[in-house]
């Protein structure tokens, strides 16, 4: 006996993984796309986005009886604009209705609608239900992670998200939010009481803010620029407005800032956090730094009172979007704890390291690896063309081997197609070069490589490359 008696058209809310409950309608899949084995579950398209997904029955609720219920416990902009897109769906629906029953009358006709089969719980064949009224919409890129996490075919054997689904939707006219990342269906976040400051809406920081909102925290955020903060307090966020004054009225204030420089002067310059430290606050550096500005930082921070943990995050502009970094952290083992809901809204995973200085030496090693690499790629890719090979060749055989990665795949179609929109800064990749490389001084060790791929990053930066992709690296063999 099924638990929810659902069928296609059906409004619904629908709850996926961490993410809060979300107004839908139970729509027909494409066709290829299976139903995940042993899982009773809907396909649903959600309002106000061009997310898709499997939901299980008992993370469905129907719309109408539970509306008022929903709005209560969940607040936000985007949130609204859902509500609003299923009121101007039911309302286009309910006059289309009134004209047909018009036309019927007029007529002489009685007309019935044709019953829908109900959707049991245990419904394998959902093609069949197709409802001819669905439209189908360009493809969102964001929804491949979940997909591949669904579907049971491998994802070697799957083919472009773009050219194998093709997803349907109404026409709400509403704007798009962040899709449901494959992290999203490992659980739910209950987001901690404590109120959460954000210092820089960079690269990294902006999706990083996003997700934390949209996880029900509550955050007040602060930019150099005050213009990228609008977003965001749209969205539900409050404003500060200087660094000490966040730190202050923040039980927990991140920080993540492009270089050294700029996350010392963030604690220690005019209006800075230092001023706003109290016993008890709790600050978080993710910018990647050396381990000496993380020691000074925490040193200064502590004789406040104040309790420290570094946070730098692997991955890029796109991960940080998608909820999908990489943590590594280090220092206080119960900030760590007490930030578990926070990491856990921005990443996909998160190592606890030890000591302050920990985690900077290890972002850095990552970083001075990424970094060399990329830069040979590049040189394979120059290579290839300079003796008469094809690059695109080259990169069809390179994703066949060993090395097939999705890092160098995007890295190189980018190269390929000429697109060096900024996922992770070149001149930011050259600063973690460096202090990589003075790490190992630091340490008598030699780093060869790291070196060789710092001088050709620097050539990069020669040629106004700073602000690009660190895919731009390429131009520096070119030029």
């Not at 099924?2 to 066709?31: E, F, M, N, Q």
């Not at 160098?408 to 390929?416: A, S």
């Amino acid at each position: 006996m099924a638990t929810v008696h659902l069928r296609i058209g059906d409004l619904v809310w629908g709850k996926l993984g961490r993410y809060p409950p979300w107004p839908g309608k139970v729509v027909s899949p494409p066709k290829d796309l299976k139903k995940p084995r042993g899982k009773k579950c809907h396909f649903v398209k959600f309002f106000g986005t061009e997310d898709h997904a499997w939901i299980k029955v008992e993370q469905l609720k129907p719309y109408h009886p539970h509306k008022e219920e929903m709005i209560k416990i969940n607040k936000g902009k985007r949130f609204q604009q859902a509500v609003d897109a299923v009121e101007d769906f039911l309302k286009k629906a309910k006059g289309k209705e009134q004209n047909s029953d018009s036309k019927a009358e007029s007529k002489g006709k009685k007309t019935r609608n044709k019953p829908l089969k109900i959707l049991e719980e245990d419904d394998e064949d959902l093609s069949a239900l197709k409802d001819p009224s669905e439209k189908p919409v360009k493809d969102d890129p964001h929804f491949h992670h979940f997909l591949l996490s669904q579907s049971e075919k491998p994802a070697s054997s799957m083919e472009p998200i773009s050219k194998r689904l093709k997803i349907i939707e109404e026409d709400t006219g509403s704007t798009s939010i962040q899709a449901a990342d494959s992290t999203a269906i490992n659980g739910s976040i209950t987001p901690t009481d404590k109120r959460i400051g954000f210092l820089g809406l960079g690269l990294m920081g902006s999706g990083i803010v996003s997700n934390l909102l949209k996880m029900g925290h509550v955050v007040t955020v602060w930019n150099r620029t005050a213009e990228k903060c609008d977003l965001f307090t749209q969205e539900g966020a409050r404003l500060g407005r200087t660094p000490a004054e966040v730190a202050s009225t923040c039980d927990i204030t991140f920080s993540c800032v492009s270089d050294p420089k700029a996350a010392r002067d963030l604690v220690m310059g005019p209006s800075g956090v230092l001023q706003g430290i109290r016993p008890g606050k709790c600050y978080i550096e993710m910018s990647t730094v050396d381990p000496e500005t993380i020691t000074e930082i925490s040193q200064v921070i502590t004789s406040r009172g104040g309790r420290f943990l570094e946070a730098p995050v692997a991955g890029s502009q796109q991960l940080s979007n998608d909820g999908m970094l990489v943590i590594l952290a280090a220092g206080d083992r119960t900030v760590y704890e007490d930030c578990s809901s926070c990491f856990q809204a921005m990443g996909k995973t998160s190592f606890f390291l030890g000591e302050a200085g920990n985690a900077a030496r290890m972002m850095l090693i990552l970083n001075m690896v990424q970094g060399s690499f990329m830069a040979t790629i590049a040189e394979g890719l120059t290579l290839a063309h300079a003796t008469g090979q094809s690059q695109q060749t080259f990169l069809d055989i390179l994703s066949q081997g060993q090395m097939a990665s999705t890092f160098v795949d995007q890295k190189c179609q980018n190269i390929l197609q000429g697109n060096f929109k900024p996922d992770y800064y070149l001149k930011h990749i050259q600063k973690d070069l460096r202090l990589a490389i003075s790490m190992g001084d630091t340490a008598n060790h030699p780093t060869p490589m790291a070196a060789a791929a710092n001088e050709v990053y620097k050539r990069a930066k020669a040629l106004d490359q700073s602000d690009n992709d660190i895919s731009a690296v390429y131009r520096a063999y070119i030029h």
